[in-house]
């Protein structure tokens, strides 16, 4: 229907690439044609994306919440609910939280030539993506920006290179992104359970995230904590059969990702997987929007309208839209209103949207994010915490940690 009509397959099999930051590394070519249709991404997308990040500059640290700049994730112990533990990492000291459930994890990644990693094991730190504790002070993290707007030049090409490391030799940060680790972090914040999200990056070898982090945590009996989730790549012969498979086999939700998997929401080849996932009880995580760090070529996927499709034409599937929409939040906002399908992942949204978003919803399905390890789980708690703490916010505060959560996998 619509805008869909105008995509032809040979736009919608565009080109896989090994990253989750934006860098391709070449990825398997299926077609070299990547210039999106006129209608797919226009002056006014590309003009949105620009004013986005002019207006975040000039309105941080201006909402009625102030400014909120911390010495690391260490430095968020000056909020009322947190301190330091006796190795000085942050802790979550207030019990009368109610114990989040995170909906958005993932784990390190050993992918393409499966470099050496091991994930039942335990490190002494976790290093995040944005490795904000590696040095004392630590380095600032403003809750008021777009979360990986803290990622100076220097992190983000890190951040690249781990990414290829982690098909190639092995990435130390990767190391330390265990289950173990995890759970600790979820200890020391409070955090119950976590959804973890695999990715399938459509490489020609090496690409059974599902597969390698659902056997680790069976295998490790934490089933009850950890729920891992699936992914397969739009467009493959084998999709369906493998939603099939990872769905018998426990999964409850299936991540996509347009501008990795590089595919428009509303392609026929997509719709194909709603409607199997409506069979089989899946909820869909889609990384909603463009965070702005990814190439270019693959922004054109995330725009929001490209998203409305699924949402009406498959009703009873529920969509989770990850990261509010990243720096499409306003308009994936207004999208989600119009639809009672779509839930909005919080995860990195600035505390002066994530008030808008309260505002907006009244914390309806609104869901509790973390995007470990990217980042320390604090950082996304500490924002609900601050737009919730004023007084008739309680009810916002459980549905956005918790109720939501347990609302959408009644069987968690
Ligand atoms: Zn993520």
Redesign the pocket.
């Known amino acids: 229907m619509g805008s869909r009509s105008f995509l032809t397959r040979r736009r919608f099999l565009g080109r896989a690439s090994l990253s989750i930051t934006g860098l391709s590394t070449g990825g398997i070519v299926l077609n070299g044609c990547d210039s999106p249709p006129p209608e797919r991404y226009t002056q006014a997308d590309i003009n949105a994306l620009a004013t986005q990040r002019e207006q975040e500059q000039q309105i941080r640290g201006k909402s009625i919440y102030g400014e909120h700049i911390y010495d690391g994730y260490r430095g968020l112990a000056a909020l009322p609910w947190f301190g330091l533990d006796d190795a000085g990492q942050l802790l979550c000291i207030d019990d009368s939280i109610p114990a989040p459930i995170d909906v958005?994890c993932?784990l390190g990644m050993s992918v393409l030539f499966k470099p050496e990693l091991d994930l039942q094991t335990k490190t002494p730190r976790v290093r995040h993506l944005l490795d904000c504790d590696a040095a004392s002070p630590g380095s600032p993290f403003d809750l008021d920006i777009y979360a990986n707007g803290n990622f100076s030049e220097e992190a983000l090409s890190d951040l690249r290179a781990h990414t290829i490391a982690q098909g190639l030799w092995g990435s130390e940060y990767a190391a330390t992104q265990t289950i173990p680790n995890l759970l600790r972090e979820m200890d020391s914040m409070r955090v119950d359970k976590a959804l973890l999200?695999p990715i399938k990056l459509g490489l020609p070898f090496g690409d059974t995230l599902t597969e390698d982090w659902r056997d680790a945590v069976t295998s490790m009996g934490h089933t009850n904590r950890l729920h891992p989730g699936l992914s397969v790549y739009p467009g493959a012969k084998s999709a369906i059969a493998e939603m099939r498979e990872h769905a018998k086999r426990g999964a409850r939700v299936m991540k996509l990702h347009p501008t990795v998997q590089r595919f428009y929401p509303d392609h026929p080849e997509a719709m194909h997987l709603y409607n199997e996932a409506e069979r089989l009880g899946l909820v869909i995580f889609f990384?909603g929007g463009r965070a702005g760090i990814e190439p270019e070529s693959s922004h054109p996927f995330a725009i929001p309208r490209h998203y409305e499709a699924a949402l009406q034409e498959f009703p009873n599937v529920q969509f989770i839209l990850?990261h509010g929409g990243a720096r499409d939040g306003a308009a994936m906002l207004e999208l989600a209103t119009r639809h009672n399908n779509a839930w909005l992942g919080i995860h990195g949204q600035s505390l002066t949207r994530l008030e808008a978003m309260i505002q907006h919803t009244g914390g309806e399905r609104l869901l509790f994010g973390t995007?470990w390890p990217?980042y320390h789980m604090g950082a996304s708690l500490a924002k609900v915490l601050i737009a919730t703490q004023a007084k008739g916010r309680e009810k916002i505060r459980k549905d956005i940690l918790r109720g939501n959560a347990m609302a959408l996998f009644s069987s968690f």
């Open positions: 958005h993932h999200l990384h990850g995007d990217f």
